[in-house]
């Protein structure tokens, strides 16, 4: 939880969330708390993952954060949400109900997928807020409202209708939505690494780390000639 | 035949297949629709017209699917030899009916099978009337692609057995099992866990084993592993290469797996931008990351063949080296593979497997309140998502169950002793 420790770095560009919507009243804890999240994607894109990032909040502190980390792990389901469950979870000896998710709020740069739309009902989140609607996989809404019908589970396979039904979540959208997508048209850009036929060229060094490089380099070669 | 599909789509005989070779000349024809030899027959329309089909579709449904049986149902069908009904041409679709005239084709009425057989011996029998390919029933109303076949039921039966005995092993908790169809390999199969991880329900973790194997055999290896330039033939050496060689130096791929995403990033990051400095052609690039990689990777790679043509492949990788495929070797995510399931996946891991851009999902046990594929949700019909599995419902036949009992009965027997029985 090292990257949560820079709070209040955020809290300036206030007014977007407002304008795109007008009619959600975005408060300056939410949105100091989004923020956050957008600095976690940030990390995402440093290390050329995907630029979504998460924190989980607990009685006005954060509790986990995480972004997606699915070119590394080279598994898709290692999205910011899971990756900020799994250090929660490990942070209080495995037992989600010492994590009391139903206490929690999620702040989330883009709308939770189904699936993690499913995990959240399997955790029992109290609230979710993110911020760029997520028009292929959104599970709050855009295409599948998994906050609304809940997540069940399929733990046993000898009476699969035992298990209780994950309930649903309270989920808001909009707090600053462009910003969020913004992050994501940097990243594909200069393409993504790890896409099997990358639509465009992958840029080795993308635009975001060639002012560092450049400071770096100090021209002891010249490539030109 | 891609006009014909989209000027008379089948709609509700997708079951069917289009053509079939002329009765009575049997042989078979190369199954085209060009128009100009008598030898295939081509389903066009049904006689009554769509709209009297589904409601009579739907009187079929209602009394149930038993009687569907023998009264498989009268619909039209064309044969190409002469002209015929101006009345039938003028229905069709301009562009159609031009086509069938020019080829002097024959309209003529044949009987079909309204529905999709739910049994093998239905299949053989209605297939006499028109043919089939044969599916294994899913309850799903859409599958396309390609038809499931008997051996592709047998591969489903194998594996499913494989699911089902481990989650009699483990007291009924669901088991996932993902198999990559091409080598018959099982390259992961995993139990619930989620009393130990909230998350952790047997897709989810079968779906991370899939991707430490894959971590293992092709560590991460900062920007330019990442980079797949699929059509570069340098990139096959490297991956030639990698397989075999850390397949032997299981710690080393290991430790490089664990350790922290960043480092990765910073060393990489230095290494790509100092071979820039050196001026070096990507291809030389790649050679001298094999290179880096061969002396960093372990003590082991002294007697690995360096070329990576000979020896044996490790047990796993050899599942990837199967030929005739063609991405560039190394798996994308699960990209092909097939997970078996003992119970229907519920939303978050039905999701996960799509994600995960699996091939084909087969499940057992259907969930009426839970399941994300049939039983309550249909998540494979969602048209929007950028990818999408062949879904496959394959209950338990009566003596399986049986079977099932059985086993787990003898395990609980054989509890103390040393040796569990096979099967």
Not at chain 2, 155 to 175: D, P, T
Request: net charge negative; aromatic share 4%; glycine share 8%.
């Amino acid at each position: 939880m090292a990257h949560l420790t820079s709070g209040s770095s955020a809290a300036a560009s206030t007014d977007t969330a407002a304008v795109e919507h007008p009619e959600v009243q975005w408060t300056a804890e939410q949105q100091h708390f989004m923020q956050l999240a957008i600095q976690q994607a940030k990390e995402a894109l440093q290390d050329r993952e995907v630029p979504i990032g998460c924190v989980f909040v607990r009685d006005g502190q954060v509790i986990g954060s995480g972004y997606n980390m699915t070119n590394h792990s080279r598994n898709a389901t290692r999205h910011a949400e899971l990756e900020a469950v799994d250090k929660m979870l490990a942070d209080h000896g495995g037992d989600a109900s010492k994590v009391q998710f139903h206490r929690c709020q999620l702040y989330v740069t883009i709308e939770p997928c189904i699936m993690c739309a499913g995990a959240l009902s399997l955790l029992g989140i109290g609230q979710v807020f993110f911020g760029a609607g997520n028009d292929k996989f959104g599970g709050c809404g855009s295409i599948v409202p998994v906050h609304q019908q809940g997540c069940g589970s399929c733990t046993h396979h000898d009476d699969p209708q035992a298990a209780a039904h994950g309930a649903g979540f309270p989920a808001v959208g909009g707090l600053f939505a462009k910003e969020a997508i913004q992050l994501l048209q940097d990243f594909y850009i200069a393409g993504n690494p790890a896409a099997p036929k990358p639509h465009r060229k992958v840029m080795e060094v993308p635009p975001w780390q060639q002012a560092q490089e450049q400071q770096q380099r100090q021209q002891p070669m010249e490539r030109d000639a | 035949m891609k006009h014909l599909s989209s000027e008379l789509p089948l709609g509700p005989l997708q079951h069917l297949k289009r053509v079939r070779p002329h009765q009575q000349q049997s042989q078979r024809q190369q199954q085209q629709l060009q128009l100009q030899q008598g030898g295939v027959e081509v389903l066009l329309c049904l006689k009554q017209g769509l709209q009297e089909l589904e409601q009579q579709q739907q009187q079929h449904h209602a009394n149930g699917p038993a009687q569907d049986a023998a009264g498989a149902t009268t619909e039209q069908q064309q044969q190409q030899q002469q002209a015929a009904d101006p009345q039938a041409l003028a229905q069709l679709p301009p562009s159609t009916a031009r086509a069938l005239a020019a080829a002097s084709a024959q309209l003529l009425v044949a009987r079909v099978p309204l529905h999709q057989p739910d049994t093998r011996q239905q299949w053989a029998e209605w297939s006499q009337l028109w043919p089939m390919p044969w599916r294994v029933p899913s309850g799903a109303d859409e599958q396309d692609g390609a038809p499931a076949t008997a051996a592709e039921q047998a591969y489903f039966e194998q594996h499913m057995a494989k699911a089902l005995a481990a989650s009699a092993a483990a007291g009924g908790r669901n088991v996932a099992v993902i198999v990559d169809p091409r080598s018959n390999t099982v390259l992961a199969q995993a139990v619930d866990c989620s009393s130990r991880h909230s998350l952790d329900h047997a897709a989810m973790v079968a779906v991370e084993v899939v991707a430490a194997r894959d971590r293992q055999l092709w560590p991460f290896n900062g920007f330019a592993h990442l980079g797949r330039h699929a059509d570069a033939p340098d990139d096959a050496v490297d991956v030639a290469v990698a397989p075999h060689h850390h397949a032997r130096c299981d710690s080393t791929a290991g430790e490089d797996a664990a350790r922290p995403p960043k480092k990765h990033k910073a060393a990489a990051a230095g290494a790509s931008s100092s071979r820039h400095q050196q001026g070096l052609e990507p291809q030389q690039q790649q050679q001298l990351l094999l290179q880096e990689r061969q002396q960093n990777g372990a003590p082991a790679a002294g007697t690995s063949n360096g070329t990576g043509q000979a020896g044996p492949a490790g047990s796993s990788s050899s599942s990837s080296d199967a030929p005739g495929f063609d991405w560039s070797a190394k798996p994308y995510l699960c990209t092909g593979y097939d997970a078996f399931l003992a119970a229907e996946p519920c939303t978050m891991c039905a999701m996960a497997l799509l994600h995960s851009r699996l091939a084909r999902v087969v499940y057992c046990k259907q969930s009426r309140s839970h399941g994300a594929l049939g039983g309550r949700y249909r998540l494979h019909e969602q048209k929007t998502l950028n990818h999408h599995y062949k879904v496959y419902h394959l209950p338990l036949r009566q003596q399986q169950e049986e079977g099932v009992a059985e086993q787990q009965q003898q395990q609980q027997q054989q509890q103390g002793q040393a040796q569990g029985q096979g099967q």
